[in-house]
C-alpha cells in the first residue's frame, strides 16, 4: 500500500519562498507522476503541477507558472515543490498525490496535507 | 482549460436518502476521463470513482457514477451517516486538470 507523508506545517511571510515535501513508501516511486494540489480554506481543489521522478521533468498550471519549482529525488523517494513570491492567496492545504496507474492522472494515494499560512 | 460546474451547491437530505450529484464540462470529455472524490472536514480527497462509473478499490456500491461528452452525475443510493461530505468531480482528458467546485452533501 503506497503512504505519502508530507512535511510540516509552515508559516512564512509574504515575498519569500516555501518548500514542502512528500516522501513515498510501500510503492515504487520513480515511473509513476507525483502531482501537487492546493485547496485554501474553504475552496475547492486547484492542480499546481506533476512530475514523473524517472524523466525529472515538471509539468506546471499556467496560473503557477514562473512562481512554481517541482522536483524529485529518486534515492530518497521524495518530492518537492517549492512555491516562491508567496503572498496571502497562497495560504492553503498543499496536497501531494500520485497517479493510480501509470499515465492516468486519478489521484487514489494522497498525502496528509501541509498547511502553508502566509502573513507578516 | 476545461471547467467543470457542479449542482447543487449543497444537498440537505436524510441518511437512508438518494443523492444524486451533477457535473458539467465546459467541452466534452472524450474516453470518459472523469473521476469523482469525496473529503471529509481535515482529511484528504478519497478517490470514489474514476473513468466515469468505475469504483476505485474498497468503494462501497452505494456509489455510482454515469455520463458521457459533458454531462456526468454521482448517486449514492442509499445514505450512510459517513457519506455526508463534500464531493469533487475532476477531468483528466484535457491538461490541466480541473475539478468542480464541489457539492456539499449536508444532514437535513
Known amino acids: 500500500q503506497v503512504q505519502l507523508v508530507q512535511s510540516g506545517a509552515e508559516v512564512e511571510k509574504p515575498g519569500s519562498s516555501v518548500k514542502v515535501s512528500c516522501k513515498t513508501s510501500?510503492?515504487?516511486?520513480?515511473?509513476?507522476?507525483m502531482n501537487w494540489l492546493r485547496q485554501a480554506p474553504g475552496q475547492g481543489l486547484v492542480w499546481m503541477g506533476d512530475i514523473i521522478p524517472m524523466f525529472g521533468k515538471a509539468n506546471y498550471a499556467q496560473q503557477f507558472h514562473g512562481r512554481v519549482t517541482i522536483t524529485a529525488d529518486e534515492s530518497t523517494s521524495t518530492a518537492y515543490l517549492e512555491l516562491s513570491s508567496l503572498t496571502s492567496e497562497d495560504t492553503a492545504v498543499y496536497y501531494c498525490a500520485r497517479e493510480m496507474a501509470v499515465k492516468t492522472p486519478v489521484f487514489q494515494s494522497w498525502g496528509q496535507g501541509t498547511l502553508v499560512t502566509v502573513s507578516t | 482549460e476545461i471547467v467543470l460546474t457542479q449542482s447543487p451547491g449543497t444537498l440537505s437530505l436524510s441518511p437512508g436518502e438518494r443523492a444524486t450529484l451533477s457535473c458539467r464540462a465546459s467541452?466534452?470529455?472524450?474516453?470518459?476521463?472523469l473521476a469523482w472524490y469525496q473529503q471529509t472536514p481535515g482529511q484528504a480527497p478519497r478517490l470514489l470513482i474514476y473513468?466515469?462509473?468505475s469504483r476505485a478499490t474498497g468503494i462501497p456500491d452505494r456509489f455510482s457514477g454515469r455520463g458521457s461528452g459533458t454531462d456526468f452525475t454521482l448517486t449514492i443510493s442509499r445514505l450512510e451517516p459517513e457519506d455526508f461530505a463534500v464531493y469533487y468531480c475532476?477531468?483528466?482528458?484535457?491538461?490541466?486538470?480541473?475539478f468542480g467546485q464541489g457539492t456539499r452533501v449536508e444532514i437535513k
Open positions: 473513468e466515469t462509473s
Open positions: 467541452q466534452s470529455v472524450s474516453s470518459s476521463y
Open positions: 510501500g510503492g515504487t516511486f520513480s515511473s509513476y507522476t
Open positions: 475532476q477531468q483528466y482528458h484535457r491538461p490541466p486538470w480541473t
